[in-house]
C-alpha cells in the first residue's frame, strides 16, 4: 500500500519539525490532499494512526483537506475545473489541458504543544 510509505514520511516530517521546535508533542496535522493525487483519504487515515503509534505525535488529529482539480486549458487560455488526470477541458472538449492544482500531498500546517 503506498498510502503507507507516504505516512511514513508525513510523519518523520512532522516529528523532525515538532522537535527542531522544541515540541514535545504534536497536537494536530493538516493535510492538503488533491483529489487527482492518487491517494485514498480513508487508507491515509488508517496509515496514519498506524505509523504515528510510539512516535511524539501519537495522539494527534489529522485533518484532510481535499483540493479540487484545476487544469490550464491551452485552447482556451484560462484556468478550468478538472474531473481527472488528463481530463478534457468542460468548455471546449479538446484535452490540451495542464493540471495546476489536485496533484498535492503535502503538510498544510501542524500544532505543537
Ligand atoms: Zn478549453
Known amino acids: 500500500m503506498h498510502e503507507m510509505s507516504l505516512m511514513e514520511s508525513v510523519i518523520d516530517i512532522v516529528c523532525e519539525t515538532a522537535r527542531k ?3 514535545s508533542r504534536v497536537k494536530s496535522v493538516r493535510l ?3 483529489v487527482l493525487s492518487h491517494v485514498d483519504p480513508e487508507a491515509l487515515l488508517f ?12 495522539g494527534a ?4 483537506n481535499r483540493i479540487a482539480g484545476e487544469g490550464w486549458c491551452l485552447d482556451c487560455g484560462k484556468t478550468v475545473p478538472l474531473q481527472e488526470r488528463f481530463g478534457a477541458c468542460p468548455e ?12 498535492e500531498l503535502k503538510i ?6
Open 92 to 103: 471546449c472538449g479538446r484535452h490540451r489541458v495542464q493540471m495546476t492544482a489536485g496533484d
Open 47 to 58: 496509515c496514519y494512526e498506524a505509523v504515528r503509534h510510539g512516535t511524539i505525535a501519537d
Open 61 to 64: 488529529e489529522l485533518e484532510i
Open 21 to 23: 521546535n522544541g515540541a
Open 108 to 113: 498544510r500546517d501542524m500544532e505543537v504543544i
Open 32 to 34: 492538503d490532499v488533491g
